[in-house]
C-alpha cells in the first residue's frame, strides 16, 4: 500500500517539483534534455522489448514507428489534436495500469521501481502538454493517477490480459508518440543552448 501511495504521489507532484526547478533557469535546459533522454531510454529499453515478446520485433517496431509518425503528423496538423490526444490518453491509461499491477506484485524492487519512474514520467508529460494545455496537463496527471490504483486494485484480473497483442499494439503505438515528445523536449534544449551559445 505504501509504495502506491508514493507512486501516485510522486505522479501528482510532478507539477511542484517542475515549478521548483524552473525558478532557476539554467536548469531548465538539462530537465529538458534529461527528461527527453528517460524516455527514449523507456521506450527502447522497456516498451519495446516488452512489445517485441508479444507481437515479434519486425512488427513491434513497425508499431512503434508507426506511432512516432502518427505524432509527426498531429504536430504538422494541429486539427488532429484531438484525434490523437484520445489516442495518446488510451496509451497512458495503459501504461498506468500495468504499474498499478506492478504495486500490487509481491517483487519489492518492482514497487521502487515504479515510484522512481513515475517522477520523469509525470514530469515529462507536465513539461510537454502544460505550456500550451495546463488543464489538459492536470487532467492527464489525475488520470494516470487514477487508473494507476485501479491497476493496482484490479491487478488479478489486468494480469490475465497484460501480455494480450491489442494491449502490446497500443502501448507501442504510444510509445512511439512519446518518441515525439521527447524530440521535443531535446530540441527545446537545444535551442536554449544554441542561443546562450550566440550571445
Known amino acids: 500500500m505504501f509504495v502506491l501511495v508514493a507512486a501516485v504521489a510522486v505522479l501528482l507532484g510532478a507539477p511542484l517539483v517542475d515549478g521548483l526547478l524552473v525558478r532557476t533557469p539554467r536548469l531548465t535546459p538539462g530537465l529538458d534534455a534529461a527528461l527527453g533522454v528517460a524516455i527514449g531510454a523507456a521506450v527502447f529499453g522497456a516498451v519495446l522489448p516488452w512489445g517485441a515478446g508479444v507481437l515479434g520485433w519486425g512488427e513491434a517496431v513497425a508499431v512503434l514507428g508507426g506511432g512516432a509518425v502518427i505524432g509527426l503528423v498531429a504536430h504538422r496538423f494541429p486539427a488532429l489534436g484531438d484525434a490523437v490526444n484520445a489516442f495518446a490518453f488510451v496509451g497512458l491509461a495503459l501504461h498506468a495500469l500495468v504499474d498499478g499491477v506492478a504495486l500490487a506484485g509481491s517483487v519489492p524492487t518492482m514497487g521502487l521501481a515504479v515510484v522512481a519512474h513515475n517522477l520523469p514520467v509525470g514530469l515529462a ?42 494491449m502490446a499494439m497500443l502501448q507501442l503505438a504510444a510509445g512511439g508518440m512519446l518518441l515525439h515528445a521527447a524530440w521535443h523536449l531535446l530540441e527545446r534544449a537545444r535551442r536554449w543552448i544554441t542561443t546562450r551559445a550566440r550571445r
Not at 491497476?151 to 497483442?165: I, Q
Open 125 to 166: 508529460l507536465w513539461r510537454t502538454v502544460a505550456p500550451e494545455n495546463p488543464r489538459m496537463a492536470r487532467l492527464a496527471l489525475l488520470f494516470s493517477a487514477f487508473i494507476t490504483v485501479a491497476g493496482w486494485m484490479l491487478a488479478a484480473h489486468v494480469a490475465e490480459v497484460a501480455s494480450a497483442a491489442p
